[in-house]
């Protein structure tokens, strides 16, 4: 059984840092790209971030230059360091991959990321 459990989240002031963790079990890692994505109150989710087997990264236009996405195989687990954090971040975060032999999405829980002074 495949799970996702991200985890680092909370409250943070503008300007500040936090750094979300997100654990695979049940998938080989190593074959799998990963993303990030968050969904603000009454909008959709949207994707931030993500990062192929071979370490290649994207990222969404509001979060260049401030966000960074990493993987570590050895441990299943990928980052999202979050800088210079601003209001408009608020949001429910969540990891997310896929099957890399029928393409099936695996989502995690989620987890709540709020910037306010």
């Known amino acids: 059984q495949v799970q996702l459990v991200e985890s680092g989240g909370g409250l943070a002031q503008p300007g500040g840092s936090l750094r979300l963790s997100c654990a695979a079990s049940g998938i080989d890692f190593r074959r799998i790209d990963m993303a990030w994505y968050r969904q603000a109150p009454g909008k959709q989710r949207d994707l931030v971030a993500s990062i192929t087997v071979g370490g290649n990264t994207k990222y969404t236009d509001p979060v260049k230059g401030r966000f960074t996405i990493s993987r570590d195989n050895a441990k299943g687990t990928v980052y999202l360091q979050m800088n210079s954090l601003k209001v408009e971040d608020t949001a429910v975060y969540y990891c997310?991959?896929?099957?890399?032999?029928?393409?099936?999405?695996?989502w995690g829980q989620g987890i709540q990321v709020t910037v306010s002074s």
């Open positions: 997310t991959t896929a099957s890399p032999y029928n393409g099936n999405p695996y």
